[in-house]
């Protein structure tokens, strides 16, 4: 099984890295980090970018190795759009499924900015499953995680811990 971890920042890689030690992966399971670097405007600014995106798969990576010593996986820097290079890797990679942080965006941002975890979920190749931060009810913090593959329903392929309050969002 190919699992693509699409990674934008450092609170990103917590989420995915806590959900990707949690899962029951079958044997085997491969993983591929995937750092998107947007175009920037000059090309000193683009080598800092992509500087620090490394220095940052390097360090998440070490990180994904540490909770799942035995997996394999390696990571991949691109610029580029962030949905369409995330998709169209997917899709060269014949990922079986993606694994990715979504931001809760209101207001006028969200529509000027749009939403790559939106836009991956509806033009994937593949399952995506997208990983909200904590957010508080009633006083106690919760993950929402939501999949999707364009299909209709959507079922677990394998069971996530007891200790994991998870909703499944159709429709």
């Given amino acids: 099984m190919k ?10 890689a917590k989420l995915i890295i806590d959900f990707v030690s949690n899962f ?9 980090l995937l750092h998107v670097i947007t175009s920037q ?5 683009e080598a ?3 500087k620090l995106a490394s220095i940052r798969l390097a360090d998440i990576m070490y990180r994904l190795k540490s909770v799942l010593p035995s997996a394999v996986a390696d990571s991949e820097l691109m610029a580029g759009t962030p949905v369409l290079e995330i998709v169209n890797f997917a899709s060269q ?4 499924m ?5 931001r809760t965006r209101v207001g006028i941002d969200a529509c000027l900015t749009g939403s790559v975890s939106k ?11 997208t990983i909200k931060p904590p957010v508080r009810h009633e006083g106690h913090p919760f993950k929402q995680v939501r999949g999707g593959d364009g299909q209709g329903a959507v079922g677990a392929v394998h069971p996530l811990p007891e200790s994991k309050e998870v909703h499944l969002l159709t429709g």
């Fill in 3 to 12: 699992i693509l971890l699409p990674i934008y920042d450092y609170d990103d």
């Fill in 24 to 32: 029951n992966w079958p044997p085997h399971a491969c993983f591929k």
């Fill in 41 to 45: 405007v000059g090309e000193e600014e």
């Fill in 48 to 50: 800092k970018a992509e």
């Fill in 93 to 96: 990679w014949q990922a079986d």
């Fill in 98 to 102: 993606i694994v990715m942080g979504s």
């Fill in 119 to 129: 836009g991956v979920v509806m033009q994937a190749p593949c399952s995506v499953v």
